[in-house]
């Protein structure tokens, strides 16, 4: 417990003066004493209201999500990498889901505060702090496996969507135990169910953008191919200019048949 000296003064002048007042009475020593017990009693309710512990710490605490991770979009930084960054790729979804996990464990935290609690008891029955903490495992146990595959794998997909599906239960499971109880049940209950939904939402937004990634990388093979057939329409474009060099060498004939006729014309002359 600590003690302002500016709370304790009060009371050790009110004290002293009691004292003074006690050991040397003088005419005015009844007014010196009920001034200087009031003082006194006043500083003591003040130290002793805002020295003992308060009453709401006692108290189911409420959610606080202030150091709940901002993914953001999770796994949205694939869309900058180039094809063939396989661990790096890894590494990106790794991260984000490792976030999500922790944002998880925190969900857990706090429903695991309202186990034997009075009022909570729908809570403890239907066992949601080891519903939540099953999803908490199966989230560690896929980021665990893609670090150690250090490469992106179809199978992750449906894991990621099956997790996703489970933070939606939870999230259904809160809003049915909060139906038909207290307003002071509501207020406790209803953080930690949009909380399972922005968990589930961020699931399905993390295994949406690996599967984008994996369908792009799948079809790098496919998109070096496609210019071949370019490259070979390419290859048969140069014999169409043959055709135009026998153009002028139409012309050419034309022009040379022209000139032919000519040459009858200047025979006659010279045997004239």
Request: with cysteine.
């Amino acid at each position: 417990m600590r003690l302002y000296p500016l709370a304790i003064i009060p009371l050790v002048l009110s004290l002293g003066a009691i004292v003074v007042s006690g050991i040397n009475p003088g005419p005015q020593s009844y007014l010196t004493l009920g001034v200087a017990g009031a003082t006194f009693l006043v500083s003591a309710a003040i130290l002793f209201a805002y020295s003992r512990k308060s009453t709401e710490a006692k108290q189911i605490p409420l959610e606080n999500f202030s150091v709940w991770a901002d993914v953001g979009e999770p796994a949205s930084e694939l869309r900058r990498l180039s094809r063939g960054e396989t661990f790096a790729a890894a590494q990106i979804a790794a991260t984000d889901l490792d976030s999500l996990a922790a944002n998880a464990e925190l969900l857990q935290a706090r429903t695991y505060m309202l186990v034997g609690k009075v009022g909570f008891e729908s809570v403890t029955e239907e066992k949601m702090h080891r519903r939540v903490e099953a999803l908490v495992n199966d989230i560690n146990h896929i980021s665990k496996s893609i670090s150690t595959s250090k490469e992106l794998t179809k199978e992750v997909i449906p894991q990621i969507e099956q997790c996703a599906a489970q933070a939606e239960r939870i999230a259904n499971k809160f809003f049915e135990l909060e139906e038909g109880k207290p307003e002071t049940i509501y207020i406790y209950l209803e953080p930690l169910r949009r909380a399972a939904e922005k968990l589930s939402r961020d699931l399905r937004l993390a295994a949406t953008n690996i599967s984008k990634y994996l369908l792009w990388e799948e079809k790098a093979p496919g998109q070096v191919e496609t210019p071949a057939p370019l490259a070979a329409s390419g290859v048969e474009a140069p014999p169409q200019p043959p055709p135009a060099p026998t153009e002028p060498e139409s012309k050419t004939s034309t022009t040379e048949m022209l000139p032919q006729p000519e040459l009858p014309s200047e025979q006659p002359t010279e045997n004239k």
